[in-house]
């Protein structure tokens, strides 16, 4: 069955349109189980102004980052009732059409930690990455890129990486998969979104 995974850019939940757009979005997007990763936004641009002030350990700025995807997924999961918070890739609904999943990421990746899976602890790894590398563990059909900016061309994953669309290590675990990038705020939903 195909599943997508679907990197929502945190900054997008500053914006008051979202849960109408992104349900609208995921209205017109071919069958697929959704699964959902929240970035950030706001709450780690906060944290990487701490991390520049006080030089916290790379460790410390990346788990902390990482528990603040966790709030960020429960912000979205209240702004969208239907979807459904989900904390391990074993309890992954992969039925295509069903309500969206929202996946919390600190269990796997702390799962992973100290493992051969694990992903470095580093500002170059974000939810970007993140979201790629869950992708390829769910062997999803494709690797959706919902943000607020338009992606520079061509979209391959050391493209996106060079022109900062994406973080550093974004290549790394991203160039086997299938990438769409969406900017949300400007797409009109048409066949190519």
């Not at 189980?33 to 350990?57: F, K, Y």
């Not at 943000?147 to 994953?157: G, I, L, Q, R």
């Not at 050391?158 to 949300?184: K, Q």
Request: with cysteine; hydrophobic share 45%; proline share 7%.
């Amino acid at each position: 069955m195909s599943l997508r995974v679907i990197k929502l850019g945190g900054s997008l939940l500053e914006w008051p349109e979202l849960p109408v757009r992104l349900r609208r979005w995921l209205a017109v997007q071919p069958p697929a189980a959704n699964v959902l990763i929240v970035g950030g936004g706001p709450i780690v641009e906060g944290l990487r102004t701490i991390d520049r002030v006080q030089q916290l350990s790379a460790s410390a700025s990346h788990w902390l980052a990482i528990q603040a995807m966790g709030l960020t997924a429960r912000v979205l999961a209240d702004l969208l009732p239907e979807a459904v918070l989900v904390n391990s890739l074993a309890t992954i609904n992969r039925t295509p059409n069903g309500a969206p999943q929202i996946l919390y990421v600190e269990p796997l990746l702390r799962a992973e930690q100290g493992g051969n899976a694990a992903l470095p602890e580093s500002w170059d790894v974000t939810s970007d990455s993140i979201a790629a590398h869950v992708a390829g563990q769910l062997a999803a059909a494709e690797l959706v890129l919902l943000k607020s900016a338009t992606a520079p061309e061509p979209s391959t994953a050391e493209s996106l990486a060079r022109h900062g669309y994406v973080d550093a290590y974004f290549p790394n675990v991203a160039r086997s998969l299938p990438i769409r990038c969406v900017d949300l705020r400007h797409s009109h939903f048409g066949s190519k979104d």
